[in-house]
């Protein structure tokens, strides 16, 4: 594995930021001209469609409340949000909950119904709370090392939605220059019929930051390659929230096709992990393959988290008074 040092020579040598957002809430950012509108993914104007509803460049579930578009029309929002959001969104609950991540309508509730008893996550401002049941056991407890292992169920989704939401993330943040670059790759974004390929493979390096991090804190970063590099991916977007780091290609046709078919050697993009490292650990890495067009239903996500303490509580039954 490659020092940290060794990857932030590397994106020193090879790579340009062409944009950089580091947000919290109250801070506000419009990316484009409120006056002069017209849809990036589309290409249509206000004399076509409407742009009435605020369009978020980061969705708002994943706890974006700062970075707006003003090119990002009302019906192409409409189609994103029930389409390759909603895809991202079940994708990413579980771990949205237990990181503590503020959507819409705040930090999003896990929970299993039915005629049996069922079980509940769910953040009350202070504290996680989890409610289960014995006989659906939904996480592990070591005492030995103070650890509790969630085993939580992901809603359904599609991987390569799930890629495509990420993907229309970089679109949106990139600088207008960089469009006419990217032309097929937001065809192939707005597409709904996920069974038609653009791509072979599409590496997301995925990392981990370990320990207590901020919860309302976003950073996002457009890559573009040095206009005297070759051989590498020409644009990535890199996007954190909470303990998690997404690197995501964004394939350029006209400045990647000749790398086509070749093996390529990537650096993870460096993140810094939590201040403490000694204690909560280092950052860890994998790589995500999201390429596949077929629904995942069951597909269960496993979280491992640290306690100092345990505090036995007594549950109210019915029959008490």
Known sequence: MQSQEANIDFYEKNYDIVGQWLVR???????GDMENRKCRFCGKQP??????????????LLGNKSI???YECDTCNEGFGKG?????????????????IRGKSGVPTLKKGGKAPGWRIEYDQ????????????????????KTVTFKLRRDSYTPVAVLKAFMKIGVTLLPGDEIPNFIGLMAWIRDTDHSKAYLNKCPVIYAFQPGPMPNDFIAALVLRRKKTVTGYPYAFLVLGYGNEVFQVPLPSES??????GQSISIHPFPVPGHPDPARYGEPTRSVLDWMDSRVRKGEIMTMQMGYDSRVPMEIPTSDSA
């Open 255 to 260: 400045h990647d096709a000749q790398m086509s």
């Open 25 to 31: 809430p109250g801070d506000k950012v419009i990316l």
């Open 84 to 100: 390759i959001e909603n895809d991202l969104g079940n994708w990413s609950k579980p771990m949205r909950t237990l990181i503590r």
């Open 126 to 145: 202070s504290r996680l709370n989890v409610t289960a049941n014995e006989n659906d056991p939904i996480f592990e407890v070591d005492e030995e090392n």
């Open 47 to 60: 004399q076509e469609v409407t742009f009435k509803k605020v369009a978020h460049a980061i969705p708002e």
């Open 68 to 70: 707006v578009s003003s």
